[in-house]
């Protein structure tokens, strides 16, 4: 099929939408593009009608270091791709770089007009350009129906991933966006404190911990604050399926710093580039909410372990 005349997107819906005056806003684009180029929201979403419909080019792969991709040109639409990730996460960077070519319309209109509409910080605006990636790729519609029936857990990530052609960590952080019930999902990496990193003691060589990487929780959490650089300890099952290499899975007391909650926890190894982490799913076992509909009324202080069924691991695997 011969390629249409480049039509840039993000001025196409800022000229019939005007300018972006709130974060809802970013959404209606994704909306727009999938409208536009005829695509409903059943799963996979695939992008090339997009690129077909507005004339963009498919984005080049490249060698590329330090990001994932880079828009090189809004006015002709040129997109490099960082060419060895995997294929799931390259779809998420273009559909990241879509939402670039938005906020560059928008701050090109704001330039031209001397608009006094609000900005969004760079980090700020990164932030709505995955928002509206998973959006595109994983819309709420046709998304949280197949969640709510299947309900959180890694399995239902792996299914949903597959589906959407998505990865694990971008479909769970959406899972946990949308999903009901007392979860967290904590990437856990090996790394010093930040004062040790800071303030190294002299003649002293500090030893690196798996510590919290960063994490998200439903609206339903209750189990409290999880500090970020938090540490874990060698006994836990996080700790065990870093040393293993292994998922594993089980209920124990997890210590945040500020008290221990107990938790059903899956924990499995990712490989992030170079690094070895681990990816857990935290559920809190609130016994207060037990109590409130009379089930599994059991003892906060014990802890049971369950075996390890073995499982295959996506190693590949990142957001």
Same mark, same amino acid.
């Given at each position: 099929m011969s390629l249409l005349p480049y039509r840039h997107p993000g001025r196409a819906f800022l000229s019939r939408y005007g300018m972006l005056r709130r974060e809802e806003d970013v959404f209606r684009y994704v909306d727009f593009l999938r409208q536009e180029s005829g695509l409903s929201d059943e799963p996979p979403i695939a992008l090339t009608p997009i690129y077909q419909h507005f004339g963009i080019p498919e984005p080049l792969r490249a060698p590329l270091d330090e990001q994932?991709?880079?828009?090189? *040109?809004s006015n002709s639409g040129i997109i490099l791709i960082k060419e060895d990730d995997p294929i799931v996460r390259q779809r998420f960077t273009e559909g990241h770089e879509l939402m670039e070519l938005l906020f560059d319309a928008?701050?090109?209109?704001?330039? /031209?007009?001397? $608009?006094?509409?609000? #900005?969004? $910080?760079?980090?700020?605006?990164?932030? =709505?350009? !995955?928002?509206?990636a998973a959006e595109l790729l994983m819309p709420q519609s046709s998304f949280v129906p197949r969640l709510s029936q299947a309900g959180i857990s890694f399995r239902t990530g792996r299914s949903? /991933? @597959?589906?959407?052609?998505? $990865?694990? %960590?971008?479909? =769970?952080?959406?899972?946990?966006?949308?999903? &009901?019930?007392n979860f967290a999902l904590v990437m856990w990496h090996s790394a010093l404190k930040p004062s040790e990193v800071k303030h190294p003691i002299a003649d002293a060589e500090p030893q690196k911990k798996l510590r919290v990487c960063w994490k998200v929780q439903?609206? *339903?959490?209750?189990?409290?604050?999880?500090?970020? !650089? @938090?540490?874990?300890?060698? *006994?836990?099952?996080?700790?065990? /399926?870093?040393? @293993?290499?292994?998922?594993?899975?089980?209920?124990?007391?997890i210590h945040l710093g500020w008290g221990s909650i107990p938790c059903e926890v899956e924990a499995m190894p990712l490989r992030m580039g170079d690094r070895s982490d681990v990816l857990s799913l935290l559920r809190f076992?609130? !016994?207060?909410?037990?109590? *409130?509909?009379?089930?599994? &009324?059991? !003892? &906060? /202080?014990? #802890?049971? &372990?369950?075996? %390890?069924?073995?499982r295959p691991i996506r190693r590949s695997v990142s957001r």
């Open positions: 994932q991709g880079i828009l090189v *040109d928008q701050l090109e209109a704001q330039e /031209a007009l001397g $608009s006094l509409l609000p #900005t969004w $910080s760079e980090p700020h605006k990164e932030r =709505l350009c !995955d928002r509206g949903l /991933a @597959k589906r959407y052609q998505t $990865s694990l %960590v971008a479909t =769970l952080m959406r899972m946990l966006q949308y999903g &009901r019930g439903t609206q *339903d959490w209750t189990g409290g604050f999880i500090p970020k !650089d @938090k540490s874990i300890s060698p *006994d836990s099952l996080i700790f065990q /399926a870093y040393l @293993k290499g292994q998922p594993q899975h089980g209920t124990e007391m076992q609130d !016994d207060r909410a037990n109590q *409130d509909d009379g089930t599994n &009324r059991g !003892d &906060r /202080a014990k #802890t049971k &372990r369950f075996p %390890v069924a073995p």
